[in-house]
């Protein structure tokens, strides 16, 4: 969905929930996840659940509609050219993130980076090493793991649909 989509009161698919917009802004939108049974919870504003700040990203994965999220998913998989994460990759993973709570950054996590080399890295950890956090990453397309410094990690672009479909193309037919 684009931000001109959204209104007050509009429920929506996000991820794995639905959501109510409680607000509207340039760049963003505020919503409410309705996992509670009964509606006092979202009278409103103020709230008694937590309002979030959806981003530019969050809202390009929103639907209106189950069937909405479910058509984009299928389209996104079939076309993207992404590998995607064998269930070893996403246990490690998993496993590592957990054992490394204390990383003050976890945003850090919702955005691959694409190297110089056309490498795609998909960050899903931080450890600290003499006061310096070191990310940790996953090369889906060449299944190898690594890490490098924070600070070399957010000089990386964000990777791009195109970054992907670059980078799938590099592969042996």
């Known amino acids: 969905m684009?931000?001109?989509?959204f209104y007050?009161?509009?429920e929506f698919i996000e991820g794995p929930f639905c959501w109510r917009c409680t607000d509207v802004g340039t760049r963003t939108v505020v919503a409410?996840?309705?996992t509670e049974n009964n509606p006092i919870w979202y009278q409103?504003?103020?709230y008694?659940?937590?309002?979030?700040?959806?981003?530019?990203?969050?809202?390009?994965?929103?639907?209106?509609?189950e069937e909405e999220h479910i058509k984009a998913a299928v389209v996104e998989a079939d076309t993207s050219?992404?590998?995607?994460?064998?269930?070893?990759?996403?246990?490690?993973?998993?496993?590592v993130r957990f054992k490394n709570p204390a990383y003050p950054r976890r945003e850090m996590f919702r955005f691959d980076r694409v190297r110089a080399d056309g490498e795609i890295l998909h960050p899903y950890a931080a450890r600290e090493v003499a006061e310096e956090w070191m990310?940790?990453?996953?090369?889906?397309?060449?299944q190898n793991w690594g890490e490098i410094p924070e600070e070399q990690f957010i000089?990386?672009?964000?990777?791009?649909?195109?970054?992907?479909?670059?980078?799938?193309d590099q592969l042996p037919s």
Do not use: Q
């Not at 050219?81 to 496993?95: D, L």
């Open 135 to 142: 990310i940790n990453f996953y090369l889906p397309f060449t």
């Open 48 to 65: 008694m659940v937590e309002e979030v700040v959806l981003d530019e990203a969050s809202l390009a994965d929103c639907h209106l509609t």
């Open 2 to 5: 684009k931000l001109a989509d």
């Open 81 to 95: 050219g992404h590998p995607g994460y064998p269930g070893e990759a996403v246990h490690r993973m998993t496993e």
């Open 44 to 46: 409103g504003p103020p």
């Open 32 to 34: 409410i996840r309705l």
């Open 8 to 10: 007050i009161g509009l």
């Open 155 to 168: 000089a990386l672009p964000i990777a791009t649909p195109i970054d992907i479909k670059r980078r799938a």
